[in-house]
């Protein structure tokens, strides 16, 4: 097993949410992907959450938040819904995950995602990942990201879903 996600978090944990970063440019980011992203008013219960709370949820073509939103938890919805075939994806609501491998590939495809959006990369997507509790087999996602993710890569690859900047370093 690469990647899982076990228990939602403390609620005070200190992770990125969608009122540190533009809100806008996150939106952006998913129309890019054919998506919408529908914000729903503080303290309402988001629709399509998996984990409830302040946790991003997925219904179709649509991922639904509130400004108390982990941006990791966006992104990782957001890449269940880009993952999914077209004929998948209008069907799925709150539960998109169909494998393991998908799994990975959306754990993989988040953190690229992430150097996409001002103020967040890679590099601090990786620690609100491990904050949050996301379970890799080498200890860390960063660690899974640089030395055991290829086959989530290569998944990726495979079905034309890598961004550009990542395609260019493949050997």
């Known amino acids: 097993m690469s990647a899982t ?4 978090p403390d609620a005070d944990s200190a992770v990125l949410t969608l009122a540190d970063i533009d809100v806008e440019a ?42 108390d ?9 957001a890449c269940h819904l880009i993952v999914a075939p077209a004929e998948k994806r ?27 959006l001002a103020g967040v990369g890679r590099e601090r997507l990786m620690a609100d990942m491990d904050t949050w509790g996301y379970t890799f087999r080498l200890g860390s996602s960063r660690a899974w990201f640089e030395h055991d993710a290829d086959d989530a890569r290569a998944w990726l690859a495979q079905r034309g879903l890598l961004p550009r900047c990542d395609r260019e370093h493949m050997p």
């Open 5 to 8: 996600l076990i228990d939602a």
């Open 26 to 67: 996150a939106r952006a980011l998913l129309v890019r992907h054919d998506l919408a992203l529908l914000l729903v008013d503080d303290g309402t219960p988001i629709p399509g959450s998996y984990w409830g709370e302040s946790e991003a949820g997925v219904i179709a073509h649509t991922v639904y938040a509130r400004t």
């Open 69 to 77: 939103t982990p941006v990791h938890s966006l992104l990782h919805e």
């Open 90 to 116: 209008a069907q799925i609501h709150t539960d998109a995950s169909d494998s393991q491998a998908e799994e990975d590939a959306t754990c993989y495809l988040q953190i690229l995602l992430a150097d996409e």
